[in-house]
Every structure is written in C-alpha cells, then in structure tokens.
C-alpha cells in the first residue's frame, strides 16, 4: 500500500484563496526547489548501481536460511530479520528507480533501471517463497512458543506469523504452490487483453459539437472532457457516439470479464474459499459483513442521493427527463477563474489539518522544509499524483503535476494526508509492520479532503463560491461513495452468477449493471433515465480487472466522514484516536483499528454519517438558493 498511493478527483477550481503576486513561469518547473532530492536515497545513480549489486547478494543468499526456522527462537529471528532486512533495502531501491523514471519517461536509462529494480524485487519475492510452509510446519505451537522466549521475534513478527498460520486451511501443498505461482501470468492475462482491446484496437468514432468543434478520436480522454460540457444536445452526442462504439464489442468484452470471473473462482475453489470475495478479502482479515453492510447501506441513503439528482436537474434547468448523460457537468460555476500556487496549497494544508493538533502540524513543517516533492508538469514527466512511501529509512515522496486550480489543491491535501500516515507510521512502528491496509490509508487522505471542502465553504467570500464548493462537496460523495459501492455491487452479482452455475455473457452483464443503474439512479421514481444503450459502462471500468478492490475507497470515505465528523465535534479525544490508527500503521488488521479507533465498520453508523453529510450539504444549498 504504501509504495504507491495514488488519487484521482474530480475537476474543481478555487476563488476564495488570496494567490501570490504573479502568476509562475514554465520555467519554474526546472527550479530545484519545485523537485524532489532523490539523493536523500542515494547520492547518485552510480551509488543506486553500486547498491544494486550489494542486495542482489543479500537476496541471493536469503534461501540458505531454509530448514532453520524450526531450530530455535533465535534462529527464526535471524532467519526473518536478514529477509526483511534485504527487502527493505529492495524496496530502497524500487523507490529510487521508480522516482527517477518519472521524473522523465524519455530517459531509457532510467526506465531501464526501473527494469532491473522490478526484477530484483521478484528475485526476493521467490528467495523468500519458502518461508510460508516451513513457518506451517513448524506449526503454531512451536511459533507461540518461540514468540514467548524472544521479545523482539514477537514485537516485529507475530502479526506476520499469524497471518501465515491463519493461511494454514488456504495453503495448498509446495507442489501445488508452484502450480499455483505459475498460472498467475495466465490468470491476469484478462486485464492485458481489456487493455489492448479498450486503449489500443477500439476503433473510436469523430464527433462535431454544436460549435463546430471536431472530436477527431472520441477515446476515454476526450471522453472524459466533452461529457461535461454545458451544452446538453453535446453530451447526448457524446453519450451516443462514445457507448455506441462499446456496445459492438458487447461479446468480447464480456468474454474477457468472464474470463476475469473465473479466475478468481478457480483460486478461490483451490483454496477452499467459500467464495471469491472470501478469498478477496482474506488477506486483510477483513469481515464479509462490512462489504454487505457497505452495499446496504448504500442501498438505504440511495433517496438522499435521489434528492441530489433531483437538485441536480433544477439547477442545470431540464424540464424534460433528467438523463444519464446529465451527471457530469458542474452545476454550479464561478465568476472567475482563480489561481493557487504551491506556497498556497502548503498554506492552505496547515490550516485545514490544523484540527489534527501539533504532532501533525510539526510533521507537515518538517517535510514543506525539504525536498520531498516533485510539483510541477513539464515535457517527459509522468502524469497523474501519488505518494510513494517504502523508503522506509528516509522519508516520503510525492509526485504531482499541480495546476494552480482546486484540483491540484484536492490532490495536494489528499497525498500529504497519506505522507503523514507514513511518517506517524514509520516514527511508531518497526519496517516490518509499516505496511498499512488500503482501508485505513484512504481514510488518511480523503478524510484530508473533507477538511478542506468544508474549509472552502466556510471561507467563501460570496454566495457563488459556497455554492460551487458546496456542489463539489456533493460530487465527491457521488462518485467515491455512491458510484464506488455500485460498482463494488456489480462485482458481486456477477460473481454470485457464475457461483450459482449460471451463464454469464456481455449482454447479461449488460443487464446486471443496466438493473443497478436504474436503482441507484432512481429511474423506476423518475428521478433519472436510463437510456438502454449507456448500460454497457461496465465495460469501460478497468478496475473490475482488479478483483474485489474499488470497495475500498467506499468504506475508507465512510471511515472518514466518521473521523472528521468527531474531530470537528469533539475535538481532542477523536483526534487522539484517528491519530493513534495511523500510527498503528500495520500492526493490526484494518477493522480491528478502526474498532480501537471507535468505528466498527460492520455496523450501519459510518455510512449512516457519511449520507448525514451529504444531507447536510444539501440542506445548506436548498438555504443559500431559497436567499437569492
């Protein structure tokens, strides 16, 4: 989790911030102050080369260890210690690689390098393999009792243990591991045909919009722009245009999902998993209960967010139907553009987290006084913003590619939030339980996030703003709670399908997710319609390819509106608690921090204040519109 945290938000702007005197020039993006000091992990590529070629020995040397883990509490550590010692020293490495190759994907050198890193991290994964089995047949007395003799083999390994003694039922033979192991490059050769079908093959149609504008290649980027824009006769040509194009290729996208599907089931039959969500959400220790609960309560906020359609329908003015292809555009709009430079963002970072207290704040003044992040877009950078944090010795870094507009300032607080997790983490806890759940990570930063929409509201200086932030507010909700759980929804029922022995094709998935579209977005209440042919939007989300995973951003957001709402709330004792779960990093399982932490995602009460926050909002734009 902490290697790479990445974010995706949707496009805002800013007037409420006081921006800096001028406006920086391209030029600023080759300013070392706006990059990242790569040297803090090693001096220089030569010093990364050099060291390359030490823990590739290390590792080498890692399965001379096999048949000693059952000799003596010392043994196991020593054992344990000197592979956790080179994997952390290979994930030294990757970082470095990684950081590096972003910097400029031209580079092949650098690309090369992320090569040979990838490779030294697989060597370690396979010197390493054996572990598994021979902690099994050492069994779990002997474990608990080496674990009572030696302090340190139970402060930094038991829960490591424990989740390979706990895999004992879902361990299969070593021959029938390796069995496993190779069939992996088979399993996810669904996800490699998705993508060369869907970015490479997909012959994607021109458009002409209403201003003469000519879409030459209607791909998932141009997309993602014209399927916002104001003019509504242009997002029914979009629509029509961009899912026609799916919709013929019904059969095969289907086939590879189906293919997907199956995968999973067959690891989870061999495993002796009830079900692929059993075996999905085993390795986190996960309950099944909060992904139901998850889907239920979802289902039980679905006529707040019905109210929200509806509201979105008023402002944007339809008389007629409100349509699918209604949801993207903003339904409020600012004056004028706005402005935010990176001093800003630091600025407005401070005093969004400032409830969080002083360890947060001296952490956040700590890292804004050092090199840690590569800001600003140029040529032959990589796109998008994320966190890497495995250089478990040195510090955080973050890539992003800042604007100057509220996007960039969501990003900014949202990737921050995972750097503090990272930095309480690695202050608390030893390497070996620093690797942190997904659920509580995201959790971290969009907990960032909500800080700093309701910062905006309240600093908004006229009633425009507070709408727009306002409305921003509800689209987050919408598509991280709403659209997530949904799609998490859809997964399910596909796999209970295959589960009962029924037939799955492109066109019954097409009505699975067709049925839940209309649920979620009220149809059957005529609060939206469905139009039949946009029901193949499964076929688009990439992230089905990743088993039973976007549900996590679901419940981390519902974590967070719990969080947040008790911070504001209570002050101090909250606080104390959410920053005592990250802390924790991973030196428990993520449901049994957040109960430590007071929030018992099985029961109904984190989702419940997350939907109470989007009534809230509601309530506060029903007021400001009844005062024009």
């Not at 945290?5 to 805002?12: D, E, K, R, Y």
Request: hydrophobic share 40%; net charge negative.
């Amino acid at each position: 989790m902490r290697g790479l945290v990445a974010v995706s938000i949707a496009l805002l702007s800013l007037s409420t911030v006081e921006a800096s005197a001028e406006a920086p020039s391209a030029d600023d993006a080759k300013n070392p102050a706006y990059m990242w000091d790569l040297s803090d992990l090693y001096p220089s590529p030569e010093a990364w080369s050099a060291a390359e070629v030490k823990v590739k020995d290390q590792v080498d040397r890692l399965d001379g260890y096999k048949g000693t883990l059952g000799g003596s509490a010392d043994a196991m550590l020593k054992a344990l210690n000197d592979v956790w010692v080179a994997g952390k020293e290979v994930a030294r490495l990757n970082v470095y690689a990684s950081l590096k190759g972003d910097e400029d994907v031209r580079i092949a050198a650098n690309q090369e390098r992320v090569q040979l890193a990838q490779s030294l991290q697989t060597r370690w994964q396979e010197k390493s393999a054996w572990i598994a089995p021979e902690v099994l047949q050492v069994g779990a007395g002997k474990v608990h009792e080496f674990e009572a003799q030696s302090g340190e083999l139970k402060r930094r390994f038991d829960l490591y243990l424990d989740n390979i003694l706990r895999g004992a039922p879902h361990t299969l033979s070593p021959e029938s591991e390796n069995v496993m192991a190779a069939a992996a490059n088979v399993l996810i050769q669904p996800d490699n045909v998705y993508g060369q079908l869907s970015n490479g093959e997909l012959p994607f149609p021109s458009v002409t919009l209403s201003d003469g504008t000519k879409v030459e290649r209607l791909d998932q980027a141009a997309y993602a722009k014209y399927r916002q824009s104001p003019n509504r006769a242009d997002r029914k040509l979009v629509f029509d245009a961009f899912w026609g194009t799916w919709n013929k290729y019904e059969g095969t996208f289907g086939a590879s999902l189906i293919a997907q599907v199956m995968g999973a089931e067959f690891d989870a039959k061999v495993r002796h998993f009830p079900n692929a969500l059993s075996d999905a959400l085993f390795a986190d220790n996960m309950p099944e209960a909060v992904y139901r609960q998850l889907v239920a309560q979802a289902n039980a906020g679905l006529p707040v967010f019905h109210r929200y359609l509806k509201l979105r329908k008023h402002l944007l003015g339809i008389k007629d139907d409100l349509h699918y292809y209604d949801i993207y555009p903003s339904m409020f709009r600012l004056d004028a553009p706005q402005h935010i430079t990176v001093a800003d963002a630091q600025r407005i970072a401070f005093d969004v987290t400032a409830p969080y207290g002083p360890e947060y704040a001296a952490m956040l003044h700590k890292a804004f006084s050092g090199r840690w992040m590569d800001v600003l877009p140029r040529p032959g950078k990589a796109a998008g913003a994320y966190m890497n944090g495995s250089a478990y010795d040195v510090h955080p870094y973050l890539h992003l590619n800042h604007n100057y507009d509220y996007q960039s300032l969501s990003t900014f607080v949202h990737e921050w939030g995972h750097a503090v997790h990272t930095l309480l983490d690695n202050e608390t806890q030893p390497f070996e339980k620093s690797n942190y759940s997904t659920f509580i990570a995201e959790t971290a930063s969009i907990s960032n996030e909500m800080l700093l929409n309701d910062y905006m509201v309240a600093h908004a200086r006229t009633k425009s703003e507070k709408l727009y932030y306002l409305g921003e507010g509800l689209e987050l909700i919408r598509g991280t709670f709403f659209r997530q759980t949904m799609f998490g929804e859809f997964q399910l029922a596909i796999h209970e399908e295959n589960e009962q022995g029924r037939a799955l094709s492109g066109k019954r998935m097409t009505e699975l997710y067709c049925n839940l579209l209309k649920r979620y977005h009220g149809d059957a209440q005529g609060v939206m319609k469905i139009d039949p042919e946009y029901c193949i939007e499964w076929a688009f989300i990439p992230h089905f390819y990743y088993g039973f995973y976007v549900w996590q951003y679901a419940t981390s957001m519902a974590g967070a509106a719990q969080f947040t709402d008790a911070i504001e709330h209570e002050g101090a004792p909250a606080r104390d608690r959410y920053i005592a779960m990250l802390k924790a990093g991973g030196s428990d399982y993520a449901y049994a921090l957040y109960k430590k932490a007071g929030i018992d995602m099985a029961t109904p009460k984190p989702y419940q204040a997350l939907v109470k926050r989007m009534s809230r909002i509601l309530d506060q734009i029903d007021a400001l519109e009844k005062s024009k």
